[in-house]
Protein backbone atom coordinates (compact mmCIF):
# COMPACT_ATOMS: atom_id res chain seq x y z
CA UNK A 1 0.00 0.00 0.00
CA UNK A 2 1.11 3.28 -0.88
CA UNK A 3 1.08 5.95 1.43
CA UNK A 4 3.31 8.29 0.08
CA UNK A 5 0.65 11.53 -0.12
CA UNK A 6 0.88 11.38 3.97
CA UNK A 7 3.90 12.96 3.55
CA UNK A 8 2.37 15.90 1.36
CA UNK A 9 -0.18 16.39 4.48
CA UNK A 10 0.16 19.78 6.34
CA UNK A 11 -0.17 19.84 10.25
CA UNK A 12 -3.27 21.88 9.22
CA UNK A 13 -4.78 18.73 7.35
CA UNK A 14 -4.03 16.42 9.52
CA UNK A 15 -5.85 18.36 12.12
CA UNK A 16 -8.91 19.31 10.31
CA UNK A 17 -9.56 15.27 9.13
CA UNK A 18 -9.18 15.11 13.13
CA UNK A 19 -12.03 17.37 13.79
CA UNK A 20 -14.14 15.90 11.40
CA UNK A 21 -13.75 12.24 12.63
CA UNK A 22 -14.54 13.71 16.48
CA UNK A 23 -17.51 15.71 14.86
CA UNK A 24 -19.05 12.26 13.16
CA UNK A 25 -17.86 10.50 16.59
CA UNK A 26 -19.53 13.02 18.67
CA UNK A 27 -22.63 13.21 16.30
CA UNK A 28 -23.15 8.92 16.06
CA UNK A 29 -23.11 9.56 20.56
CA UNK A 30 -25.38 12.60 20.38
CA UNK A 31 -27.86 10.40 18.09
CA UNK A 32 -27.12 7.18 20.80
CA UNK A 33 -28.30 9.41 23.74
CA UNK A 34 -31.31 10.87 21.45
CA UNK A 35 -33.06 7.39 21.31
CA UNK A 36 -32.20 6.56 24.41
CA UNK A 37 -33.87 9.25 25.48
CA UNK A 38 -36.94 8.90 23.28
CA UNK A 39 -37.30 5.16 24.00
CA UNK A 40 -37.58 5.94 27.76
CA UNK A 41 -39.79 8.55 27.19
CA UNK A 42 -41.65 6.00 24.77
CA UNK A 43 -41.62 3.27 28.10
CA UNK A 44 -43.09 5.98 30.56
CA UNK A 45 -46.12 6.81 28.27
CA UNK A 46 -46.44 3.29 28.07
CA UNK A 47 -46.18 2.79 31.54
CA UNK A 48 -48.65 6.23 32.13
CA UNK A 49 -51.55 3.82 30.49
CA UNK A 50 -50.77 1.30 32.79
CA UNK A 51 -51.05 3.02 35.33
CA UNK A 52 -54.09 4.71 34.48
CA UNK A 53 -55.91 1.61 33.39
CA UNK A 54 -54.85 0.44 37.37
CA UNK A 55 -56.08 3.82 38.82
CA UNK A 56 -59.25 3.89 41.27
CA UNK A 57 -61.04 6.49 39.35
CA UNK A 58 -61.56 7.45 35.88
CA UNK A 59 -61.27 4.48 33.08
CA UNK A 60 -59.75 2.38 36.50
CA UNK A 61 -63.39 2.11 37.71
CA UNK A 62 -64.74 0.92 34.35
CA UNK A 63 -62.68 -1.82 34.25
CA UNK A 64 -63.74 -2.68 37.82
CA UNK A 65 -67.34 -2.53 36.45
CA UNK A 66 -67.14 -4.08 33.51
CA UNK A 67 -65.12 -6.96 34.89
CA UNK A 68 -67.74 -7.64 37.83
CA UNK A 69 -70.21 -8.03 34.65
CA UNK A 70 -67.42 -10.49 32.62
CA UNK A 71 -67.79 -12.84 36.26
CA UNK A 72 -71.53 -12.51 36.31
CA UNK A 73 -71.75 -13.35 33.10
CA UNK A 74 -69.38 -16.26 33.32
CA UNK A 75 -71.95 -17.29 36.49
CA UNK A 76 -74.59 -17.07 34.64
CA UNK A 77 -73.02 -19.55 31.23
CA UNK A 78 -72.41 -21.97 33.78
CA UNK A 79 -75.76 -22.16 34.67
CA UNK A 80 -77.32 -21.72 30.80
CA UNK A 81 -74.74 -22.42 28.73
CA UNK A 82 -76.74 -21.23 25.69
CA UNK A 83 -75.76 -17.52 26.54
CA UNK A 84 -74.64 -16.09 23.88
CA UNK A 85 -72.96 -12.76 22.63
CA UNK A 86 -76.51 -10.74 21.59
CA UNK A 87 -76.88 -11.83 25.46
CA UNK A 88 -74.40 -10.00 26.50
CA UNK A 89 -74.89 -6.77 24.04
CA UNK A 90 -78.22 -6.38 24.94
CA UNK A 91 -77.27 -7.02 29.01
CA UNK A 92 -74.77 -3.72 28.16
CA UNK A 93 -77.20 -1.99 26.37
CA UNK A 94 -79.72 -2.05 29.34
CA UNK A 95 -77.18 -0.92 31.96
CA UNK A 96 -76.57 2.67 31.18
CA UNK A 97 -73.45 2.44 33.87
CA UNK A 98 -71.93 -0.39 31.89
CA UNK A 99 -72.59 1.71 28.51
CA UNK A 100 -70.62 4.10 30.09
CA UNK A 101 -67.60 1.87 30.79
CA UNK A 102 -67.93 0.17 27.77
CA UNK A 103 -67.16 3.21 26.16
CA UNK A 104 -64.72 4.79 28.39
CA UNK A 105 -62.62 1.61 27.74
CA UNK A 106 -63.09 1.67 23.87
CA UNK A 107 -61.89 4.52 24.20
CA UNK A 108 -59.08 3.62 26.36
CA UNK A 109 -57.70 1.07 24.17
CA UNK A 110 -58.51 3.50 21.20
CA UNK A 111 -56.64 6.34 22.62
CA UNK A 112 -53.64 3.64 23.31
CA UNK A 113 -53.50 2.17 19.75
CA UNK A 114 -52.91 5.51 18.18
CA UNK A 115 -49.94 6.45 21.03
CA UNK A 116 -48.65 2.90 19.82
CA UNK A 117 -49.26 3.33 16.09
CA UNK A 118 -47.59 6.36 16.09
CA UNK A 119 -44.04 5.79 18.24
CA UNK A 120 -45.09 7.87 21.00
CA UNK A 121 -45.93 4.05 23.41
CA UNK A 122 -43.29 1.64 23.85
CA UNK A 123 -44.78 -1.03 21.81
CA UNK A 124 -43.04 -3.89 23.56
CA UNK A 125 -44.24 -2.44 27.26
CA UNK A 126 -47.68 -1.71 26.26
CA UNK A 127 -48.01 -5.29 24.56
CA UNK A 128 -46.55 -6.73 28.43
CA UNK A 129 -48.72 -5.04 30.34
CA UNK A 130 -51.92 -4.98 28.48
CA UNK A 131 -52.65 -7.14 26.06
CA UNK A 132 -54.50 -9.80 28.35
CA UNK A 133 -57.14 -6.76 29.10
CA UNK A 134 -57.16 -5.63 25.41
CA UNK A 135 -57.97 -9.08 24.68
CA UNK A 136 -60.45 -9.43 27.23
CA UNK A 137 -62.25 -6.07 26.97
CA UNK A 138 -61.95 -6.72 22.83
CA UNK A 139 -63.91 -10.14 23.10
CA UNK A 140 -66.01 -8.83 25.53
CA UNK A 141 -67.15 -5.21 24.22
CA UNK A 142 -67.29 -6.29 20.44
CA UNK A 143 -70.73 -7.94 19.92
CA UNK A 144 -72.17 -4.27 21.69
CA UNK A 145 -69.55 -2.00 19.89
CA UNK A 146 -70.92 -3.17 16.82
CA UNK A 147 -74.56 -3.26 17.69
CA UNK A 148 -73.60 0.45 18.78
CA UNK A 149 -71.53 1.69 16.08
CA UNK A 150 -74.40 0.51 13.73
CA UNK A 151 -76.89 2.21 15.76
CA UNK A 152 -74.92 5.45 16.21
CA UNK A 153 -72.88 5.48 13.51
CA UNK A 154 -69.77 6.08 15.25
CA UNK A 155 -65.84 4.25 15.55
CA UNK A 156 -65.66 3.65 19.17
CA UNK A 157 -63.32 0.29 19.73
CA UNK A 158 -61.94 0.13 15.96
CA UNK A 159 -58.56 0.90 16.89
CA UNK A 160 -59.20 -1.44 20.09
CA UNK A 161 -59.31 -3.83 17.40
CA UNK A 162 -56.88 -3.20 15.10
CA UNK A 163 -54.38 -2.89 18.31
CA UNK A 164 -55.88 -6.66 19.33
CA UNK A 165 -55.08 -7.70 15.94
CA UNK A 166 -52.13 -5.90 15.70
CA UNK A 167 -50.61 -7.70 18.83
CA UNK A 168 -52.33 -10.63 18.68
CA UNK A 169 -52.65 -11.84 15.21
CA UNK A 170 -55.67 -12.08 13.25
CA UNK A 171 -57.11 -15.27 14.59
CA UNK A 172 -58.60 -13.45 17.16
CA UNK A 173 -61.33 -12.05 15.08
CA UNK A 174 -63.93 -12.82 12.71
CA UNK A 175 -63.58 -9.82 10.83
CA UNK A 176 -60.48 -7.64 9.42
CA UNK A 177 -59.95 -3.92 10.62
CA UNK A 178 -56.70 -3.69 8.17
CA UNK A 179 -58.52 -0.80 5.81
CA UNK A 180 -58.67 1.05 9.26
CA UNK A 181 -55.97 0.25 10.86
CA UNK A 182 -52.81 2.59 11.50
CA UNK A 183 -50.45 -0.04 11.86
Known amino acids: MNL ?7 REDVFSAVK ?23 IERAFGYVSTLDASNGV ?29 AQAIEADEE ?3 AALEIARFFDELAVCVATRLCDEDVAKAYLEDRLLSASQFL ?19 FC ?4 FLGPKYHSESYSDNCRF
Not at 20 to 29: K, L, N, R, S, T
Not at 60 to 88: C, H, W
Open 98 to 100: LQD
Open 4 to 10: SFLRNLS
Open 142 to 160: RPWLFQHSRQYQNSFGDQM
Open 60 to 88: GTSVRKLEDFQRSVLLYKTINPATTKEFM
Open 20 to 42: IVIAVVGAGIAYGEYNAYRKTER
Open 163 to 166: LNEY
